[in-house]
């Protein structure tokens, strides 16, 4: 069994009357690989934030590193690398001169070797990235640098709040290669994103609505289990037709090109649902299957806590 690292029991937050983390339960492990989604505002940053003691708790418990989350923060606080949501660098500072810094700020002794491995792990070396003026980089650079920073103490946790925000898809692929490495060597790496391709990429995810844990599984586990299907229907007119498109046979659909994208509890809805478009006069081509993706399982949770299933 793994060494769990963080465990927590009944999390809960109020703001005023507004409960934004609600009885939330997890257990994170050694050198797991937490991917954390939700919606906007549903305390993705609240829940994480807590799990350290960084946030104090309304009501629950839970342990840290072996450590109390809600008495003993100031011992957990030095163990933990944290990239915010909007996290901050020098950007007048060159990218050693930024490691420089925090490795100073941890109080790190040897902090020239520290910078020279920091800046070879993070192949800022590779086209003398290391001497550039941090305000000069592109997107994904700068997250690495983030990156880079929050792992200088060398943490046994690292809690990563969205940090690839707004990166082009092969910058944030390089991204997760490096946190798979660092997860592969025993650190429990925590990321929210909502991105379904890092989901994908987790050990394991957690999905939360307005504060309530929805899903807690291994990715491929979720989608295993999910009562959902999908298919491809030749089509463009549907969306024409709102009273054909709202249809509780559906859960959710999607103009996708010249084809329709159709999400649904079984293959029959899907065809007697294309059988009824025919009625109607709208001719459609053969359905074809196609996988179901983890936003389909999070859209489809979210419409059942919304008590409704359908899309609109
Ligand atoms: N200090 C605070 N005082 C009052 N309300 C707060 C405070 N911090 C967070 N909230 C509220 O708690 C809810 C959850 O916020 P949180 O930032 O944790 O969500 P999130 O899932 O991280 O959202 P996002 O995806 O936008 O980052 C929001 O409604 C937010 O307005
Ligand atoms: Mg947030």
């Not at 994480?48 to 003691?53: D, K, Q, V």
């Not at 910058?171 to 592969?184: C, G, T």
């Not at 024409?240 to 029959?268: F, K, Y």
Request: aromatic share 8%.
């Amino acid at each position: 069994m793994a060494q769990s690292i963080i465990e927590v029991r009944d999390l809960t937050k109020t703001f005023g009357d507004k409960t934004v983390v609600d009885q939330l339960n997890m257990t994170i492990e050694e050198g797991q690989l937490y991917g954390f989604l939700g919606p906007n505002g549903s305390g993705k940053t609240t829940a994480i934030r807590m799990m350290c003691g960084l946030v104090p708790l309304t009501s629950g418990r839970g342990t840290c590193l072996g450590f109390d989350i809600a008495t003993q923060a100031p011992k957990i606080k030095p163990l933990l690398g944290y990239m915010t949501q909007h996290f901050s660098l020098y950007r007048d500072l060159t990218v050693r001169e930024n490691l420089q810094f925090v490795c100073k700020l941890y109080g790190i002794k040897d902090v020239a070797g520290r910078v020279t491995e920091l800046v070879k792990q993070f192949a800022f070396d590779n086209e003398g990235r290391d001497n550039q003026r941090v305000g000069t980089m592109s997107g994904g650079w700068k997250q690495r640098l983030a990156l880079a920073c929050a792992m200088a103490h060398r943490p046994r946790i690292l809690l990563l709040d969205e940090p690839t925000a707004g990166v082009d898809p092969k910058a944030r692929e390089a991204f997760w290669d490096i946190l798979q490495d660092i997860a592969s060597t025993g650190v429990s790496v925590l990321v929210s994103t909502h991105y379904m391709d890092e989901a994908m990429r987790s050990n394991r995810i957690a999905y939360v609505l307005y504060g309530r844990l929805l899903v807690d599984d291994a990715p491929e586990k979720v989608l295993a289990a999910a009562p959902l299907v999908a298919a491809q229907v030749p089509l463009q007119e549907v969306f024409r037709h709102p009273h054909l498109a709202h249809d509780p046979r559906i859960v959710r659909l999607s103009q996708q090109g010249n084809s329709i994208r159709v999400v649904a509890r079984s293959h029959e809805d899907i065809g007697s649902w294309v059988h009824d478009l025919a009625q109607h006069g709208l001719h459609a081509g053969t359905p074809v299957d196609i996988d179901v993706g983890l936003e389909d399982v999070f859209f489809y949770l979210t419409l059942q806590q919304q008590g409704s299933i359908t899309q609109f």
